[in-house]
């Protein structure tokens, strides 16, 4: 079971842009489609990206964070990425990533968004705080 840390939170102010990284400890990354995931104060915890473990298949993005997040992935470095810019007061939360248990490689998309329980092995999480 691949274990998973997340990190490159910080408080930043609107407009301004942050790069969270996730790293898989052991084992490899590579065959795994990983999910970003956040979670508000008194929120339920809401899918934000996924990328599948091959180039094949499109990534996916909320609709909240399209054209402002664009999630990528580093098999070498077992690492994958998500690049916030034009980031809001709204996208303040705990950043999750998380590794696709059910199709693994590609990202499982159900009624348009991703659900909590089609994922796992997730990490700690990061705080992501906007504000001036």
């Known amino acids: 079971q691949v274990q998973l840390v997340e990190s490159g939170g910080g408080l930043v102010q609107p407009g301004g842009s942050l790069r969270l990284s996730c790293v898989a400890v052991?084992?490899?990354?590579?065959?795994?489609?990983i999910g970003w995931f956040r979670q508000a104060p008194g929120k339920e915890r809401e899918g934000v990206s996924c990328?599948?473990?091959?180039?094949?298949?499109?990534?996916y993005y909320a609709e909240s964070v399209k054209g402002r997040f664009t999630i990528s992935r580093d098999n070498a470095n077992n690492t994958v990425y998500l690049q916030m810019n034009n980031l809001k007061p709204e996208d303040t939360a705990v950043y999750f990533c998380?590794?696709?248990?059910?199709?693994?490689?590609?990202?499982?998309?159900?009624?348009?968004?991703?659900?909590?329980?089609?994922?796992?092995?997730w990490g700690q999480g990061t705080q992501v705080t906007v504000s001036s």
């Open positions: 998380a590794a696709d248990i059910w199709f693994v490689s590609r990202c499982t998309v159900i009624g348009g968004r991703l659900r909590e329980i089609d994922y796992g092995s």
């Open positions: 052991k084992p490899a990354l590579d065959g795994t489609a």
């Open positions: 990328i599948s473990a091959s180039d094949g298949w499109p990534e």
